[in-house]
């Protein structure tokens, strides 16, 4: 009996290429002694984006191919939990220190991004694509179609603002004299969310599940603050 073509074939072509670029990214991650210049999410999504440009494959298709890998990313967040549980009496006692640097961080995180748009001379629907740039991207593109952004520009921002500040963050940080893991992957995962807590883990697990806390706690926040203060910041602004 004759078969029609195959249709998983692409799918399967997409997760092997998604899993096996991310394998060669953390390779040269390794041979680069761990440079957090050296990302291997930024280096898998600048292979991945070559390869899907070089070969035509609309991003849908490849969506479609990876999509299991974009399903663990609930357990994975789910899994935070673990490592910051063993933390709990450490959080306790930081409870306070904590909550007030949530608040810096995440104001730092929105002005900077407005001031930066401003500078540019962006639109309105550009500053608002831009505000939650901090937020990890599930809440992010939620918040950006309240407040009037493009939800696809966002996670783009989003997923820029990730890898630079997992890049970047230790660069910052050393110079400024933070060395306790917990203060550092707290601000990494405030500025940075999903993949600066990835980079959060490669110090330690203290650091790891700091920077879980603190991308949770920023996006919970965010969430319920930057669409009321957004339209009177951006009305003072236009004044």
Not at 116 to 126: E, R
Not at 182 to 203: E, K, L, P
Request: charged share 10%.
């Amino acid at each position: 009996m004759l078969h029609g073509p195959r249709t998983d074939c692409p799918q399967h072509s997409a997760l092997t290429a998604t899993i096996g670029v991310y394998v060669f990214a953390c390779w040269v991650h390794t041979l680069a002694k761990r440079s957090p210049l050296a990302n291997p999410v930024a280096i898998s999504v600048a292979i991945l984006i070559a390869l899907l440009k070089l070969s035509g494959t609309p991003y849908g298709t490849y969506f479609e191919g990876a999509r299991f890998i974009h399903f663990l990313l609930g357990p994975a967040i789910i899994a935070l939990a673990v490592p910051l549980h063993r933390q709990m009496p450490k959080l306790r006692e930081a409870l306070v220190p904590l909550l007030g640097g949530l608040v810096a961080g995440s104001a730092t995180a929105i002005v900077s991004a407005l001031g930066i748009a401003m500078l540019l001379h962006c639109s309105g629907v550009a500053v608002a694509s831009i505000a939650p740039k901090s937020v990890t991207a599930a809440i992010a593109t939620l918040i950006s179609a309240r407040i009037g952004g493009i939800p696809a520009l966002t996670a783009a921002i989003v997923i820029a603002t990730g890898i630079s500040g997992a890049m970047l963050g230790s660069l910052v940080l050393d110079p400024l004299g933070v060395r306790r893991d917990d203060v550092r992957g707290f601000a990494i995962g405030v500025a940075s969310h999903g993949i600066g807590t990835a980079r959060a883990f490669q110090i330690s697990e203290e650091a790891g599940a700091f920077a879980g806390l603190g991308m949770a706690m920023n996006g919970i926040l965010s969430a319920f603050v930057l669409p009321i203060i957004f339209p009177a910041i951006m009305a003072w602004l236009l004044a």
